[in-house]
Antibody
Framework: QVQLRQSGPGLVRPSQTLSLTCAIS??????????WNWIRQSPSRGFEWLGR?????????EFAVSVKSRITVNPDTSKNQFSLQLNSVTPEDAAVYYC??????????WGQGTLVTVSS | QSALTQPPSVSGSPGQSVTISCTGT?????????VSWYQQSPGTAPKVIIY???SRPSGVPDRFSGSRSGNTASLTFSGLQAEDEADYYC??????????FGTGTKVTVL
């Protein structure tokens, strides 16, 4: 049974960096058959796909245009996890952040979600 | 990237058949067999109930079914049950390489 466990702070100061980690159990971040994604949900913007990392003979990272200049997603094979960093946050970045596995073009396993507040 | 359009709410009595629509464009819903549907209860992560337009993951009741016509995908409940009361979202892969989600539909069982 594949599980994703998120960790990271729920409060980020404006202009600072949001950092979250997603630990994987029951699968490998290096698998050739899935991608590892970050998605957020807010009342104002709904669900928004942010980006993904995946391995297909080499590592690939792809990001939504809306956050491309501010986002980093990194795999950590030694810990079997992947991370999200979002720079220069504003109140518009406040949301519930989810990590999720994509398999068969759908998000079939989700983390528990992290409510991120942006406030000084 | 514009969100896919869903009705804000639908309702029905137990046993009734109910359908939720999800309208996109030829660059997402109409262009790829990569539409999925998610059920979300308050305070929980979404759960996939349909993938690749019509496929159901193991363990998902067969009263849930998916279909597509042109740029509109649909989720049908064949015999609504009380435990189906939740929010439902569609999602599609898009030509930009990203994923786009629907605006969400609240299903109420009367």
């Amino acid at each position: 049974q594949v599980q994703l466990r998120q960790s990271g702070p729920g409060l980020v100061r404006p202009s600072q960096t949001l950092s979250l980690t997603c630990a994987i159990s029951g699968d490998s971040v290096s698998t050739n058959s899935a991608t590892w994604n970050w998605i957020r949900q807010s009342p104002s913007r709904g669900f928004e796909w942010l980006g993904r990392t995946y391995f297909r003979s080499k590592w690939y990272n792809e990001f939504a245009v809306s956050v491309k200049s501010r986002i980093t997603v990194n795999p950590d094979t030694s810990k079997n996890q992947f991370s999200l960093q979002l720079n220069s946050v504003t109140p518009e970045d406040a949301a519930v952040y989810y990590c999720a596995r994509n398999n068969n073009w759908s998000f079939d396993v989700w983390g528990q979600g992290t409510l991120v507040t942006v406030s000084s | 990237q514009s969100a896919l359009t869903q009705p804000p709410s639908v309702s029905g009595s137990p046993g009734q058949s109910v359908t939720i629509s999800c309208t996109g464009t030829s660059s997402d819903v109409g262009g790829y067999n990569r539409v999925s549907w998610y059920q979300q209860s308050p305070g929980t992560a979404p759960k996939v109930i349909i993938y690749e337009v019509t496929s159901r993951p193991s363990g998902v009741p067969d009263r849930f079914s998916g279909s597509r016509s042109g740029n509109t995908a649909s989720l049908t409940f064949s015999g609504l049950q009380a435990e189906d009361e939740a929010d439902y979202y569609c999602s599609s892969f898009s030509s930009s390489g990203s994923y786009v989600f629907g605006t969400g539909t609240k299903v109420t069982v009367l």
